[in-house]
T-cell receptor
Framework: QQQVKQSPQSLIVQKGGISIINCAYE??????FPWYQQFPGKGPALLIA?????SEKKEGRFTISFNKSAKQFSLHIMDSQPGDSATYFC????????????FGAGTQVVVTP | DGGITQSPKYLFRKEGQNVTLSCEQNLNHDAMYWYRQDPGQGLRLIYYSQIVNDFQKGDIAEGYSVSREKKESFPLTVTSAQKNPTAFYLCASSSRDRHGEQFFGPGTRLTVL
């Protein structure tokens, strides 16, 4: 069973809009939550990551919001651009597990001009 | 230019044949990983290795084998026992102290004819 549930499966947003992707987990031992961006035919690339001791982390137009009590975290892409069109994966891992990442199923984001 | 290389980019195999996918990294990373990616299912861990001459099964190891004779190399063999081998295969690596931050190769797309 998937340990990290991701939604929506796909979304379409206009240029300049906000893209929001949500993830939920059950295992409270998870303590590292990265987001990966993948373009068609390429390998994923680490975009941004958060640990549960903070509730929000921002890097440029990308923000992670983390709700420890609800066991949920989300990615917000502000001022979405056509170049942001890609598949986004959330993931979770446990420190000391040598990076065994549990991935969500992915969200395909399409930004229209 | 540091990174991870995978070869070949595309691979075709007849049913009943074993095939080996190559993964090489020059990032001096200790840990290496193999994932399988299917549409709508995210990335699933096949095998991972923390150090040379040692490796562990991931979530879907059946029908696959690996070796880690050199730090830089982590080849994956897809055996004839793998019932549904057609997929996109991704290799990744990470450093010892930042194992959650995985760097991915460009992937190999395997098709069984």
């Amino acid at each position: 069973q998937q340990q990290v549930k991701q939604s929506p499966q796909s979304l379409i947003v206009q240029k300049g809009g906000i893209s929001i992707i949500n993830c939920a987990y059950e295992n409270t031992a998870f303590d590292y939550f990265p987001w990966y961006q993948q373009f068609p035919g390429k390998g994923p690339a680490l975009l941004i990551a958060i640990r549960p001791d903070v509730s929000e982390k921002k890097e440029g137009r990308f923000t992670i919001s983390f709700n420890k009590s609800a066991k949920q975290f989300s990615l917000h892409i502000m001022d979405s651009q056509p170049g942001d069109s890609a598949t986004y994966f959330c993931a979770a891992s446990i420190s000391g597990s040598w990076g065994k990442l549990q991935f969500g199923a992915g969200t395909q984001v399409v930004v229209t001009p | 230019d540091g990174g991870i290389t995978q070869s070949p980019k595309y691979l075709f195999r007849k049913e009943g044949q074993n095939v080996t996918l190559s993964c090489e990294q020059n990032l001096n990373h200790d840990a290496m990983y193999w994932y399988r990616q299917d549409p709508g299912q995210g990335l699933r861990l096949i095998y991972y290795s923390q150090i040379v001459n040692d490796f562990q099964k991931g979530d879907i190891a059946e029908g696959y084998s690996v070796s880690r004779e050199k730090k830089e190399s982590f080849p994956l063999t897809v055996t004839s026992a793998q019932k549904n081998p057609t997929a996109f295969y991704l290799c990744a690596s990470s450093s010892r102290d930042r194992h959650g931050e995985q760097f991915f190769g460009p992937g190999t797309r395997l098709t069984v004819l």
